[in-house]
């Protein structure tokens, strides 16, 4: 069996190296410069065959084509990535809301990087050690720019998902002020740990906003809870209490009542109604609403 001998690490890279690299960067800029209008359409043609961007026009994919163009060969050039980063949250701003995925965006960026790598070879081809120190310098440089507006793109369709479910489930938890010092709380679906923190804020501030002394929250709607939910229905009432709202819970079922027993929870400190209109009718009680029947008018009864 041949004997394995360990790789010997290669040469530190010294001042000179660098300046060479900076120089064969300068290099292929001017190059890339100089052919960008037939790279350009290059690149846009295969965008279209690769059927990418499907959701934006041909003038718009141009359009975007030229600006990213012109963004990657400053990168090249200076190195710095934090105007390309800016342009990339910019981008993602202008694109998500079109329909276009994370991977259309990696795979627009990185056919972009075989463009001018294809580009290269034609130039270099004769010189095989040359293109070879060429592809050193443009690789790395290339990879980390095709890191970035990936990155970035993530980080834009995150931050719009966030949001979107910040507003859903603001929209899942209504407060509702029905009465003068009265709100109701209709709550429907699973409540996890993040839901019940933003149900707590949603409803101390409508209590803060509408001055309410009863607050009705309804749990019909609800399937089940944990016990770190019922904690924080528990501590919900509390806060509301300290704000000088009496919580009326409404809609308890059998399987929720038996884990808030089993759990422990102090039931003492809620008061419970059996459903919302008993919530309702307890909650105006408390309010000193009194509620008549009518009385048939004189014309009625004539």
Known sequence: MPEIKPRRPGPTPTSSDAEGTAALLRELVAHLRGNRTQLREEWARRITEAKLLTAMTKEEIFAEATSIY???????????????QAYARN????????????????????????????????????????LNRVLDAYEPAANRIANTVAVGFVQERERIIREQQEAIRE???????????????????????QRARQLTEQLLRGIRTNRAKVVVIDITGVPSIDSTVAN???????????????VIVTGLSPEIAQTLVTIGVDLGKMNTVGDLRGGIEEAERLLGYKVHPLTESPTAQA
């Open 91 to 130: 981008l993602s701003e202008r694109i998500i809301p079109r329909g276009v995925e994370t991977h259309e965006v990696v795979g627009i960026v990185l056919l972009l990087r075989d463009v001018m790598a294809r580009s290269l070879f034609e130039k270099y081809q004769s010189d095989f050690a040359l």
């Open 171 to 193: 929209l899942s938890t209504p407060v509702l002020p029905v009465r003068e010092r009265l709100l109701i709380l209709p709550i429907i679906g699973v409540i996890d740990p």
């Open 232 to 246: 924080h229905l528990v501590q919900t009432v509390e806060s509301a209490r300290l704000l000088g709202a009496t």
């Open 70 to 84: 012109d963004n990657y060969v400053d990168v090249l050039e200076t190195g710095a990535v934090e105007a390309l």
